[in-house]
């Protein structure tokens, strides 16, 4: 391979014909293309699912619509909603940036840690025509929402970006950023607000409805979107509120590809592929899921060509992968980052967590999830542990463990209440419950301080210093960790009931109970699970 100096050339329109021919790039007429879908929240995962599906489409020519005057209606303008990075990295490539697919071939990934057999399949991305900072310019972006050609915008703005309450699913008008954006139809901060101020721009031009497309790790994601704009536009015109709702619409979809930071080193691998230097390329797996409802107000590209799954009702898929993928993503994180494994990889190198996170999903999970005909769950199931020890990746147990107030009520508790119902057990979902509490308190087992970072970081602290009190007074025995998670379990924007359940709180706080007494090993080996696995 080609060694790339760091003042390599910059990526860009006159250098694609110089790429290796290994290297994908676009196929179609990129001077024509012209913006028909706005996405919200420009970040990694953006470009390495809905914007290379797009481009794959784009490149297959299938279903796109070319209008010979206008161009190819399905170029895409990436929005930031606070920082200025990405767009200060792709505006001087004019948007183009590297997607590249790592497997590493080896099976295990027990000890192996091996980059012998990486395998890597890089694309250049065309389809981000335009890339715009909101906070810059926030009035270009509310024009952008209201253009005659805009006919879907699409949102990945992480669970906090609804500023909603996770455990009831309305919209919080005491959020700060809610709060201001109602009065500010010229400059909002939040993805609510630009989408409802965008929209009444829209109307008020007597431009046509649009889709509005929620494609984060959200149950019901569209149904959320379509809540909190609803919700807001209530605030301000129940004519504008009323339109909207009858012809605007709000697809549900399910995402699924895990899309690692990308790193310094990440960024000298593509270079050196490429030959050429590109500021911020994305680095992700090559499975890609994309599960989509079949609803759009204004068209939509054929990205059925290139691996979308266009359906009726997303829900079940959306609570297969919540409850799996996410689910055994977020426990692995919080008892991984306790444990000091810092890389998914390398937590999935622990017989002992490996077997726990399989006996999890089998045990636990499957038994709640609904009939997917067809799915073959046994597979699902091998696969996506194989996924998780792809080597190639280098995924920080750190990133998922972020905002865990988010992300806890769809990917755990949701599960757990469905087991409770039933009156079925639940000690392995309250091992990860309790290694989020445990996690909250901010110190590894070698000591290591971290931050911790969510939005309800504070509360969360607060409500930790009254429960670590409980445990001062009386000792970290059962019943002090009982009250202990009582207190941590009573923050009920994230817990909702689930709190006041006392089969709920004894089994998370038996589980707590080993974590600090144990540490991970021997909460891990308290599930007893390692022989059985290794049979
Ligand atoms: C991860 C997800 O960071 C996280 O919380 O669980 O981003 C995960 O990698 C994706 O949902 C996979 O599709």
């Not at 179609?28 to 929240?41: E, F, M, N, Q, W």
């Not at 792709?90 to 192996?112: F, K």
């Not at 994309?290 to 054929?302: C, I, L, N, Q």
């Not at 992968?321 to 993503?329: A, I, Q, Y």
Request: charged share 20%; aromatic share 6%.
């Amino acid at each position: 391979m080609e060694l790339v100096a760091a003042d390599a050339a910059r990526l860009a329109p006159e250098r694609l014909a110089s790429l290796p021919d290994a290297v994908t790039r676009p196929t179609y007429d990129r001077a024509a293309l012209r913006v028909g879908i706005v996405h919200l929240g420009l970040g990694a995962f953006a470009r390495a699912h809905l914007a290379a599906v797009n481009e794959a489409a784009l490149n297959a020519g299938a279903g796109v619509d070319v209008d010979v005057d206008r161009g190819l209606g399905w170029g895409l303008c990436g929005v930031s909603l606070r920082q200025t990075d990405t767009r200060d990295a792709l505006a001087p490539q004019a948007g183009l940036y590297a997607l590249a697919l790592r497997s590493a071939s080896q099976g295990t990934g027990l000890g192996a840690g091996a980059r012998g057999g990486l395998q890597q399949q890089i694309a250049v991305i065309g389809c981000v025509i335009e890339t715009l900072v909101a906070p810059e310019d926030p009035e270009a972006v509310l024009t952008r929402i209201a253009h005659a050609d805009t006919r879907i915008v699409s949102v990945t703005v992480t669970e906090k970006g609804y500023c909603h309450d996770p455990a009831t699913g309305r919209l919080n008008l005491q959020h700060p950023d809610i709060v201001h954006d109602l009065a500010h139809p010229l400059a909002p901060r939040s993805t609510i607000g630009y989408l409802v101020w965008g929209l009444q721009q829209r109307r008020a031009a007597g431009r046509g409805a649009i889709t509005l497309m929620s494609l984060d790790n959200l149950p019901g994601n569209g149904h959320l979107l379509r809540g909190m704009v609803l919700a807001f536009a209530r605030q301000l015109d129940p004519a504008l509120a009323a339109w909207i709702d009858a012809s605007c619409a709000f697809p549900c979809s399910m995402v699924d590809r895990i899309v690692p930071r990308t790193t310094d080193e990440d960024r000298r691998a593509v270079a050196r592929a490429l030959g050429l230097h590109d500021a911020w390329p994305v680095v992700g797996e090559p499975y890609l899921e994309w599960v989509v409802e079949d609803r759009f107000a204004a068209g939509r590209p054929d990205w059925a060509a290139s691996g979308a799954r266009f359906v009726s009702d997303a829900a079940p898929f959306e609570t297969l992968k919540l409850r799996t993928v996410n689910g055994l993503h977020s426990a692995l994180a919080y008892l991984s980052v306790m444990a000091g494994w810092a890389t998914v990889d390398e937590a999935m190198a622990q017989p002992a967590l490996k077997a726990y996170l399989a006996a999890l999903m089998q045990d636990e999970i499957m038994p709640t999830l609904p009939a997917l005909p067809g799915l073959d769950l046994a597979h699902y199931q091998q696969r996506l542990l194989q996924r998780f020890e792809n080597t190639a990746l280098k995924h920080q147990t750190r990133q998922i463990a972020m905002d865990g107030s988010q992300k806890l009520p769809q990917r755990l508790l949701d599960t757990v209440g469905a087991r409770l119902a039933a009156d079925l057990p639940i000690d392995k979902l309250a091992l990860a419950v309790a290694a989020w509490l445990h996690f909250l308190r901010g110190v590894d087992e070698a000591g290591r301080r971290y931050d911790i970072q969510d939005p309800m970081a504070a509360e969360l602290a607060q409500r930790l210093a009254e429960a670590e009190r409980a445990v001062d007074a009386r000792s970290a025995g059962p019943a002090a960790m009982q009250v202990w998670t009582e207190t941590l379990t009573g923050v009920t924007a994230v817990f909702g009931d689930l709190g006041g359940d006392p089969r709920f709180v004894l089994a998370v706080s038996q589980a707590a109970h080993a974590l600090r007494t144990r540490g991970v090993a021997g909460a891990l080996s308290a599930q007893g699970l390692l022989t059985q696995a290794c049979t």
